[in-house]
């Protein structure tokens, strides 16, 4: 982090400094306190970390931040009217005085995975930074954007939200260069009404974009499509289905495919406005998602051959879209997040996969689709009828997916409120050579399922 002073900070939230100080690390955790820190309390529904301002001046804070006007402080303080939204200002105002480019990433389903991709491009040919983990509300966004140097030419900044107003704070902050929206799904339709819902609010995104800014939008998404013309900023499109948007993907058998350019600019364009490029994912959705990080690369003057190499540099690791064989079992973990588009892209991952076995989609229930609940589980189950043999579904809606799978034909589907006893089944059930998709929302712990299938140890 570059060095900023309480005075700017000030300036920064329209707040009021008492004392001076030389800072260069903000905290919102009084245990963590680096030299020079300005520490910043936040205040949730259950607790207030202005309780804890002292114990973090005791840890060695510089100043802190504080929105209680009438207490006073041992070290420099900066007195605003609501902390979260200092949080913001200060990110704001931080990411000014660094400079360097912002591509800002939204959608219902794909854009971690597109973080991932876009860095994984961008750093062949920049100083690059991204989204740690999952930082990506209103609070890890502004300690993101506090990550930034004057060195850093591109940050790649994802950006989750669950209501309206969220994105819009934080494209405020943020400020992008470039906002890309992967698509328009039914996560938290709940909070937000409708799929055009939805719409609204993920396009706040583009209430922060720089004067100059451009918009990437999937062209394959009706509600984006239709209102590209009419968003005030120039857009580019990127689409496997639409053949009319700026980007789009001619795929080979053998994964492989080509990156078709249909106007953007690109240094050293080969011959014929196309390239070659490979994933080591798979899954068309994901090649949506290389779509996305290609066209930020071309808009960006990035050349084919660091965008093909930065796409086939990327790995899966952890709990998103990681697929391996252990035990004998090919094993398909993606117990990050869920929701009925991403099941069914799953889904249709494996439906290509266990060559000679059997294909067994386990699937815990999806969290936050309000009234949607009982379609979109139904919706799920016939998704795994038409890719799995068998569905193994955990979790309040579990009986919702079992019957949209018997709607389509499939027997072999089974409804489970415990673990244990899904685990049990899998066990006798699954053989050698079989593919095994767990998936679900994150509050299931499908990841714990899955070790415990595989006998390893599981805490209780």
């Known amino acids: 982090m570059e060095r900023f002073t309480l005075a700017q900070a000030a300036e920064w939230t329209g707040g009021e400094a008492h004392g001076a100080a030389s800072l260069s690390s903000v905290s919102t955790d009084s ?9 910043l309390p936040l205040k949730g529904e259950r607790f207030d970390a202005h309780d804890f301002i002292a114990k973090a001046v005791d840890n060695g804070a510089a100043a802190v931040v504080s929105h209680r006007q009438n207490e006073t402080y041992p070290v420099p303080a900066l007195y605003v009217e609501n902390t979260a939204q200092a949080l913001l200002d200060l990110a704001g105002g931080y990411r000014r005085l660094c400079g360097g480019k912002v591509v800002g990433v939204t959608g ?20 690059a930074q991204k989204t740690e983990g999952n930082l990506n509300n209103e609070v890890g966004l502004p300690l993101t954007l506090l990550q930034m140097t004057r060195k850093t030419e591109v940050m790649v900044a994802e950006m989750g939200m669950n209501h309206f107003g969220e994105l819009s704070r934080m494209t405020a902050a943020a400020q992008p260069d470039i906002a890309v929206i992967t698509n328009i799904g039914t996560s938290h339709i709940e909070f937000l009404g409708s799929r055009e819902g939805i719409c609204r609010a993920k396009l706040e995104i583009l209430e ?30 990127y689409g496997i289905e639409n053949p009319a948007c700026d980007l789009t993907a001619y795929l080979h058998e053998d994964g492989a495919f080509d990156i078709v350019n249909n106007g953007l600019p690109a240094a050293a364009l080969p011959q014929g406005g196309r390239f070659s490029a490979k994933l080591s994912i798979p899954g068309a959705h994901n090649i949506l998602n290389a779509l996305a990080a290609a066209a930020v690369g071309l808009l ?21 879209q990681n697929i391996y064989e252990q035990n004998g079992y090919c094993i398909f973990a993606d117990c990050y997040n869920a929701s009925p588009d991403a099941m069914e892209a799953a889904l249709k991952v494996l439906g290509g996969m266990a060559e000679g076995g059997r294909r067994l989609a386990v699937l815990g229930s999806m969290l936050e689709l309000g009234g949607y609940a009982e379609e979109g589980h139904r919706r799920a189950g016939r998704a795994a009828a038409e890719n799995a043999d068998a569905l193994y579904a955990y979790g309040p809606d579990a009986g919702a997916m079992v019957a949209g799978a018997k709607e389509r034909g499939m027997a072999a589907a089974y409804a489970f409120d415990d673990q244990a006893a899904l685990v049990a089944a899998l066990r006798r059930d699954a053989e050698k050579g079989d593919a095994l998709l767990f998936k679900g929302s994150r509050g299931m712990r499908m990841e714990r399922a899955l070790a415990w299938f595989l006998g390893e140890d599981v805490e209780e």
Not at 31 to 39: S, V, W
Not at 109 to 116: A, L, N, R, Y
């Open 31 to 39: 245990r963590q306190i680096p030299p020079e820190t300005l520490f």
């Open 208 to 237: 922060g974009l720089r004067p100059d800014g451009c918009a990437v939008l999937c062209g394959d998404e009706p509600l984006l499509w239709e209102k590209r013309d009419a968003l005030g900023c120039r857009t580019v499109t």
């Open 300 to 320: 960006l003057g990035e050349t084919p051959e660091h965008i093909a190499a930065g796409l086939s540099s990327y790995e899966a690791s952890g709990m998103r």
């Open 108 to 127: 219902s389903v794909g854009k971690t995975t597109t973080k991932e991709l876009l860095y994984a491009v961008l750093r062949q040919q920049f100083c």
